[in-house]
C-alpha cells in the first residue's frame, strides 16, 4: 500500500502548507480586519474608523500621497527602466552585462539605504547641495513627495529593466520586419507592435514598482519630511504612545491592501486580454548605432545604472570616514566599524541568525509546496496558491502589525521574541521561494520521476535521487534571494522589535533618525557586502541570469 | 514473460470516460499494440498498467495474481517515455544501471549486466557519455536498455518513436522489435501511427473515446475492420455512409443492384471499400458500378492516385498500380468506377458494427 503511503506524505505537506497560511496568514489578517471594525475607546462595532480614514483631509492625504508616491514611483521607474532596456537590447551597447550586474545591485540594496544616501547627497546639510550652492546654483533639499519618487525611481526601474530586456530578447525579429515591410516607420513600429508585445514583462515591472512603492516604509519615513503616506501613517497610529489607536491603524492597513488588490487586479486584466506567446525562430541581433547615436546611448544607459548605484557608494565611502561620536572629521579610518562592533555586535548577529534561520525554513516548506503546486494539482492546492499571493499585496508594516496584533496574548505570546521576527520573514518570502521551486518543477519533466518509480525506486527515494538534484541549482538560487531580501528587511522587524531582537536594518534607520550616519553607514556596508556576495553567488548558481532577481 | 489480463477497467475524470470497460488478455511473449487517436485513452491504460493511474473499476492480473493495489516501484514494469526521461544528471551507465541499484545488486553484478544491456542496443562505447551528449536515437536507446536490464515481467512503451525523425523511427522500430522477440518480453506499445502499429505488432488493439472497437492480428484489423471507426482509421478507406437496401438485400448504389444476401432486412446500410480494391474498369464481376469524371490524378511512379467525382455526389479515392503500363487517366476524363462485391465492408450505420456478407 506503497501508493497510499505516498499519497499520504504529500497530503501531509499540503495540510502543514494550509496550516502555515491559516496562522500565519489568515489568523492575523482577519484579526487586524476585525480591529478595524472596533471602535478604540467604545470597544463597539463600527464603521467609522473607516470613515474617518476615507473621509477625514488627515488621511485623505495620506492616500492621495500613497497614490503619488505608487504611479510616480512606477512612471519614474518605466522611464528610466524602458529605454534602458531598448537600448541594451537591441543596440550595441559595450557593457551590457557590466550594466545589468550594477542593476541588479542596485535592486538588492535596501530602499531606506537609498533614501539617506540621497540625504547625505541632497539633504540639507548634503554636500552636493552645498557643493552646487558654492557654484551658485541653488537646489532645493529633497526632503518631499520628490526625494521620495526620486528614491523610488532610481531604486524599482530594474524591475522593468530586467522584465522589458528579457521580453524583447525574445520577440522574433521577423514580425518587426513584417510591421516595417507594412510601411510603419520606426517609431509606429515601436509603439504599434513592440510595446505591445513586451506590454506583459512591462507591466508586470510596473505592478511590482507599484506595490513596492505604497508599501515601502523606511522612504518616506527617512526622507519624507512631512509628507505622510499610508504606510506611515499605521505605523505611526499603531506605535505613538499618545495617539496610538489599533482600530484606525487597522482601518489604514486594510485600505493599503485593497489599494494594492485593485492595481493587481488591473494589471491581470490589461495582460490577460492579450496573449502574446511568442514563436521564437531566430533571435533579435543587436543593431549598430552611428556614432552620435551610439554616444548619446551610452551616456543614457550608463548615466541612469551609475546615478542608481551613487547611494551605494555614498555610503560605503561615509564608512570609512573618521568620526568622533556621532560627528565626522577629516580624514579615514574604520571608526564607524569599531563603534558598531563594541557598541552593537548582537545587532549583526541578530541579523545573520533570523535570515539564515527563516532562510533555512523557507527552502525546505517552499520546495515541498512547490512541488505541491507544480505536480498536484487539487482543489486545496489551488487555494493554497492563491493564498500565496496575499504575501506580494500586504506591506510589511500591514503584516508587522497583524502578528503584533495577533501573537500577543497566551498561549501564543510571541512578542518580542526573535520567534516572530523569523516567523514574520518566513511568511513573508515563503511564495517567492513556493514560486521558484514550482517553476523549477514544471521544466522538470513528470516523466523522469516516473522512469525512476518503475525501475523500482519507491516515490520519496525517486524524489530524493532524481527530482531534487535537478531542482538544488534553482534552490539554492531562490534561498540566495530570499536571503538577500530577509536580511534587508525594515519595515515589519521595525513593528516587531525590541532592544535585544534589533536587527541591522531597524538600527540603520534609527541611526539615520537620531543623525548618526556614520554608524549607519558601516551597518549599511556590511548589508551591501553580505548582499553583494549573495548576487555573485546567484549568478554562480545559476549560469549568471539577471532575471533570477526579479 | 508473462501473461497480463485487463479485465473491464474503467477510469472517469470528470466529464470523460477516459476507459470504458475495457477488457484485454495480452499472452504471453507477444508484442501487443494499442492503437488509436489521441485522447483515445491508450496512454491511460498504459499508465493504469504501470500503476501510476488508479482505475475505478476492473481488475490486473500479472500470470492470473492481481497486481491492482501493488505500487509502481513494486511492480517489475519496465517502461520507455516518448521523451526518453532520462535521467539528466547521470551517465549512461548510472542510468541503465539505476533500476538494478534499486534492487540492491553488487555493484560489479550491475557493471556486467549494463554492459551487455549496452551492447545489446549497440551504443557498447557510450558507457561513460551524460545524456545531452547524445542524440535523441541514443537517448532512446538508453531508456531502451535501461527498462530491459531490469528483466520486467511486461515492458510498456509509450508512443517511443514519435520524437524521432523519419528514419531513425523505422530503423529502431526495426531494433525493438527484434529485441522483444529475441528476450520474448511481454510488451504493450502505444502508438497513434497505424502503419508502425501494422509492422510491429503482434495483435492490434484499437480504441476510441475510451473503448475497444477492435483486437486482431494487423491482418485481421487491416482486412476485417470491425467497426466503422476501425474501417477509416487504419489505412484509407471510402465510406458511403448510408445507402438504402432493398428487401431481398440489393444494395442502392450505383447500376447493377447487386445483391448481398446479408443485408437482407435492412433498410440501410453503410458501405466502405479501400481505394487499392477500387477497380477503374467495367469488367469486373459482381461490381457496384458507377459513372463519373476524374477530378484529380496524381502520379507517383509505382501507383496513380485518382479522386473521381461520382455522378451522384459522390467522391471515390482510388489507386491503380503500375499506371505506365495500364494507362493513366488524366483529370476530367470520364471513366467507370467498379466496386467489387467481395471488396466491400458493411456496417449497420446505427452503431457502426461489423456486418458480415457471407462468401
Redesign the interface.
Known amino acids: ?3 497510499r503511503l ?1 499519497l499520504d506524505f504529500w497530503a501531509g505537506v499540503l495540510l502543514f502548507a494550509l496550516a502555515i497560511v491559516a496562522g500565519l496568514l489568515v489568523w492575523p489578517l482577519s484579526t487586524i480586519l476585525a480591529a478595524s471594525f472596533i471602535d478604540n475607546r467604545t470597544g463597539a462595532a463600527t464603521l467609522g474608523n473607516y470613515a474617518r480614514v476615507l473621509f477625514q483631509p488627515f488621511f485623505q492625504t495620506a492616500l492621495v500621497n500613497s497614490m503619488i508616491v505608487g504611479f510616480g514611483g512606477m512612471l519614474g521607474a518605466m522611464v528610466l527602466g524602458i529605454p534602458l532596456a531598448v537600448f541594451t537590447a537591441r543596440y550595441v551597447i559595450r557593457g551590457r552585462e557590466f550594466l545589468a550586474t550594477l542593476a541588479v545591485l542596485a535592486l538588492v540594496s535596501p530602499p531606506f539605504i537609498g533614501a539617506y544616501a540621497w540625504i547625505m547627497m541632497l539633504g540639507r546639510n548634503g554636500f552636493v547641495r552645498l557643493a552646487l550652492e558654492d557654484f551658485g546654483v541653488p537646489v532645493p533639499p529633497i526632503y518631499g513627495l520628490f526625494g521620495i519618487l526620486l528614491v523610488f525611481s532610481l531604486k524599482f526601474y530594474p524591475f522593468v529593466f530586467l522584465l522589458t530586456a528579457s521580453s524583447l530578447r525574445t520577440i522574433n525579429p521577423a514580425i518587426e520586419e513584417a510591421a516595417e515591410g507594412l510601411g510603419a516607420g520606426v517609431w509606429r513600429r515601436f509603439f504599434k507592435v513592440t510595446l505591445p508585445l513586451v506590454f506583459p514583462a512591462v507591466s508586470a515591472g510596473a505592478l511590482l514598482t507599484f506595490v513596492l512603492s505604497i508599501a515601502d516604509f523606511g522612504t518616506p519615513a527617512i526622507v519624507g519630511g512631512r509628507v505622510r503616506v499610508l504606510a506611515t501613517t499605521a505605523y505611526n497610529l499603531f506605535t505613538s504612545e499618545m495617539t496610538g489607536n489599533p482600530g484606525l491603524a487597522s482601518a489604514t492597513s486594510m485600505v493599503l491592501i485593497v489599494v494594492s488588490m485593485i492595481v493587481v487586479a488591473l494589471q491581470r486584466w490589461a495582460v490577460g486580454r492579450r496573449n502574446v506567446a511568442g514563436t521564437l525562430v531566430r533571435k533579435p541581433v543587436p543593431k549598430r548605432l552611428g556614432l552620435p547615436a551610439s554616444i548619446v546611448a551610452h551616456l543614457l544607459c550608463y548615466g541612469i545604472v551609475l546615478v542608481s548605484c551613487m547611494p551605494s557608494l555614498v555610503v560605503i565611502y561615509t564608512s570609512f570616514r573618521r568620526t568622533s561620536g556621532p560627528v565626522f572629521q577629516p580624514g579615514f579610518g574604520f571608526d564607524s566599524y569599531e563603534r558598531i562592533l563594541r557598541e552593537i555586535p548582537h545587532v549583526i548577529g541578530n541579523s545573520a541568525a533570523y535570515s539564515l534561520t527563516a532562510v533555512a525554513l523557507i527552502v525546505v516548506t517552499g520546495t515541498l509546496i512547490g512541488y505541491i503546486l507544480a505536480r498536484r494539482e487539487s482543489p486545496l492546492a489551488g487555494a493554497l496558491d492563491g493564498a500565496l499571493l496575499v504575501p506580494y499585496i500586504v506591506p510589511g508594516v500591514v503584516l508587522g502589525l497583524a502578528f503584533v496584533v495577533t501573537f500577543n496574548v497566551k498561549p501564543l505570546e510571541l512578542t518580542g521574541t526573535a520567534t516572530i521576527i523569523v516567523l514574520m520573514l518566513f511568511i513573508r518570502r515563503l511564495p517567492y521561494a513556493v514560486r521558484s521551486s514550482a517553476a523549477i518543477l514544471k521544466q522538470i ?1 513528470g ?2 520521476e ?10 520519496g ?2 524524489f530524493l535521487r ?1 527530482t531534487l ?2 531542482m538544488v541549482p534553482g534552490v539554492v538560487a531562490g534561498a540566495l534571494m530570499s536571503f538577500i531580501t530577509a536580511i534587508n528587511e525594515l519595515s515589519s522587524s521595525l513593528i516587531l522589535y525590541v532592544g535585544r531582537t534589533m536587527t541591522m536594518p531597524v538600527r540603520i534607520y534609527l541611526s539615520v533618525l537620531d543623525g548618526e550616519f556614520g554608524t549607519a553607514a558601516a551597518l549599511s556596508t556590511i548589508l551591501l557586502v553580505a548582499s553583494g556576495l549573495a548576487v555573485y553567488a546567484v549568478f554562480w548558481v545559476s549560469g549568471r541570469n539577471e532575471n533570477a532577481f526579479v | 514473460m508473462a501473461r497480463v489480463d485487463l479485465q473491464h477497467i474503467s477510469k472517469s475524470y470528470p466529464g470523460v470516460k477516459a476507459l470504458d470497460d475495457v477488457d484485454l488478455a495480452v499472452e504471453s511473449g507477444e508484442f501487443f499494440t494499442l492503437l488509436g487517436p489521441s485522447g483515445c485513452g491508450k496512454t491511460t491504460l498504459l499508465r493504469t498498467v ?3 493511474n ?1 482505475h475505478d473499476a476492473g481488475r490486473i492480473l500479472v500470470d492470473g495474481a492481481r497486481i491492482d ?1 501493488v ?9 520507455v ?3 526518453y ?5 547521470m551517465s549512461v551507465a548510472d542510468n541503465v544501471g ?2 538494478l541499484a ?2 540492491g545488486l553488487p555493484r560489479r553484478a550491475i557493471a556486467e549486466r549494463v554492459a551487455r544491456a549496452l551492447d545489446l542496443v549497440q551504443l557498447g562505447g557510450l558507457a561513460g557519455r551524460m545524456p545531452h551528449e547524445l542524440s535523441g536515437g541514443q537517448q532512446q536507446r538508453v ?1 531502451l536498455a ?2 530491459m536490464v ?1 528483466n520486467p515481467q511486461i515492458l ?1 512503451m509509450d508512443e517511443p518513436l514519435s520524437n524521432l525523425d523519419a528514419k531513425l523511427r523505422v530503423e529502431l522500430r526495426d531494433e525493438i522489435r527484434d529485441l522483444q522477440r529475441s528476450l520474448g518480453i511481454t510488451t504493450i506499445y502505444v502508438t497513434h501511427d497505424q502503419e508502425e502499429a501494422l509492422v510491429i505488432s503482434d495483435r492490434i488493439c484499437v480504441m476510441h473515446q475510451g473503448r475497444v472497437h477492435q483486437v486482431g492480428t494487423p491482418n485481421d484489423v487491416y482486412t476485417r475492420p470491425a467497426t466503422i471507426f476501425v474501417a477509416s482509421f487504419i489505412g484509407a478507406m471510402n465510406v458511403v455512409p448510408e445507402v438504402p437496401v432493398g428487401p431481398g438485400g440489393e444494395i442502392g448504389l450505383g447500376q447493377g443492384g447487386q445483391r448481398v444476401a446479408a443485408l437482407a432486412g435492412r433498410a440501410r446500410v453503410a458501405l466502405a471499400i479501400r481505394p487499392e480494391d477500387v477497380v477503374l474498369q467495367t469488367g469486373a464481376d459482381r461490381a457496384l458500378v458507377l459513372a463519373g469524371a476524374v477530378d484529380k490524378a496524381t502520379y507517383a511512379g509505382r501507383e496513380a492516385f485518382y479522386r473521381i467525382g461520382c455522378d451522384g455526389g459522390l467522391r471515390v479515392l482510388a489507386n491503380a498500380y503500375r499506371p505506365d503500363v495500364g494507362g493513366m487517366e488524366s483529370a476530367g476524363a470520364r471513366v467507370a468506377v467498379a466496386f467489387p462485391v467481395s471488396r466491400l465492408h458493411f456496417f449497420d450505420p446505427a452503431d457502426g458494427k461489423r456486418i458480415e456478407a457471407a462468401p
Open positions: 500500500m506503497i501508493a505516498r519533466r516523466s523522469i516516473e522512469a525512476a518509480i518503475s525501475l523500482g525506486a519507491a516515490p527515494r525517486a532524481i538534484p535537478l | 504501470a500503476g501510476f488508479m493495489h505500487p509502481a516501484h513494486r511492480r517489475n514494469i519496465g517502461m517515455y516518448q521523451d526521461a532520462i535521467f539528466p544528471h539505476f533500476g534499486m534492487r531508456a535501461r527498462a531490469i510498456l
